[in-house]
């Protein structure tokens, strides 16, 4: 993950062969910035207050999987999430963690993958999905202060 300024992000579009339209580049930079993979609703989420509706952020999420600035990171859940692939850095490829109760999707950046040896290996799983499931810390009951001081209101209430 990294932040990306407007102009890096356009910068970016323009060599992937695309048009540097405001939705692109705000996507791109959204993914950039985000320490786990996002999916079309979240991106929503976090753009489509503008002018910018639904329709139109997928559409600029495909193109930017197209131009190869963005990558499908996770399906688990049936939910697609997507996130930037970094700047011409073939092994930045890392697993995800899905939580199999909450859906939650995270980046696991400091887990190394071996790669192979044989070249063809190596470029398989240089953009493979590397998914690891299991029960996220949260739902095993370690959250963090602040959840436990929010559930213990709740049952106040
Ligand atoms: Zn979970
Ligand atoms: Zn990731």
Redesign the pocket.
Known sequence: MQQLTREEARRRVHAAGLRATGPRVAVLRLLASSERPLSHSEVTDALGDGDWDKATLYRNLIKLVEGNLARVASQVGGITRYEARSDGDESHSHPHFA?R????VKCLPDTALTLPADPHWRKVLADAELQIVG??P??RGLRSPTAKRRIKRKLVT
């Open positions: 939580c109760d909450c859906g939650a029960r996220c949260a739902c």
